[in-house]
């Protein structure tokens, strides 16, 4: 069986990727398991300049999901250069670095540093909820964010995918922004928005009042738009959103998703990530498939 997909130039083992910031930069989830088993990592949210994030409370649990608000935190592009990536570099596997910024120019002078190092690709986060600059403002319209990935695109030689938030009205006209600005790739879906309150406090639980609903709840959004995207676009669909087994990753990648990304599933358990790519090569087996690029975008519809 061949489960080698290409990723928007990205060659990869099998489809299995870990979507940005359910997954660190490795060090934790390689005490369990061997991470040269996956297909890509794709790291925590990297920015030019360290950042400290929100304040907490800034994890809770949902019904079936959790909600996180974060807020980027992360030691910034030369410590990582230094510190986590050479980590990274022992495991055969493809490493996507998920950049983030507050302003098209800190997208363009991070994305110079990147192209400088030892990367397999950048993953352009134009789509986190909880930051109040930055991501979201770039990449709710088209013409936002077909502007700030033709400009990455102007200092990037390596494979660039793009990110997107599912908070909008027309998420295929978005990822239009995405191919028309000359990236490789689209990956979606980031989180949804929401809150939970505390009936006993009468305040939201989480200290930044709202924040990104993760986990199994959003599956069915999350198929849904990674269907209308690739019937819209001709560049590679990273799809992600509730992912926690081999038949939600093979649901994806029917609907049109050459890869996938495992992110709140890393919490439940931290084999989630390598027990998905057993229940790909078990779906493959049972339906004798040879090759799982037989299977993209091959969802019959009523």
Do not use: W
Not at 277 to 284: A, L, N, S, W
Request: aromatic letters at 6%; glycine letters at 10%; hydrophobic letters at 40%.
């Amino acid at each position: 069986m061949n489960t080698k997909i290409n990723l928007a130039g990205i060659e990869m083992k099998n489809p299995v990727t870990v979507a940005s910031g359910t997954f660190g930069y490795g060090r934790e989830f390689s005490e369990f398991f061997d991470l040269s088993k996956l297909g890509g990592i794709i790291t925590k949210g990297t920015s030019l300049k360290p950042r400290s994030g929100n304040k907490p409370t800034r994890v809770c649990e949902t019904a079936s999901g959790m909600l996180n608000s974060i807020g980027l935190q992360n030691p910034g592009v030369e410590y990582f250069a230094e510190n986590d990536l050479p980590f990274l570099r022992k495991f055969d596997t493809a490493i996507i670095v998920n950049a983030c910024g507050s302003t098209v120019e800190e997208y363009v002078e991070l994305c110079k540093i990147l192209n400088t190092l030892d990367i397999d690709g950048v993953e352009l986060n134009l789509s986190c909820p909880n930051v109040k600059a930055g991501c979201m403002a770039f990449g709710n319209t088209y013409e936002g964010v077909k502007h700030v990935t033709s400009e990455v695109r102007k200092v990037l030689d390596k494979p660039l995918i793009v990110k997107l938030t599912p908070n909008v009205t027309d998420i295929a006209s978005i990822a239009k922004g995405v191919e028309d600005g000359g990236a490789d790739g689209v990956s979606l879906i980031n989180t949804l928005l929401g809150m939970k309150i505390d009936i006993n406090t009468r305040k939201p639980v989480l200290a930044n009042n709202t924040g990104g609903l993760s986990g199994p709840a959003i599956k069915p959004v999350a198929v849904r738009m990674v269907y209308q995207v690739a019937q819209a676009v001709n560049i590679p669909v990273l799809g992600m959103g509730g992912i926690v087994n081999g038949d939600d990753a093979i649901e994806f990648m029917l609907a049109g998703a050459t890869a996938i990304s495992i992110g709140a599933g890393n919490f439940i358990s931290p084999y989630t990530s390598v027990n998905t790519v057993i229940g790909i090569e078990e779906y493959m087996k049972k339906h004798n498939i040879d090759d799982i690029n037989d299977i993209i975008g091959k969802v019959q519809m009523n």
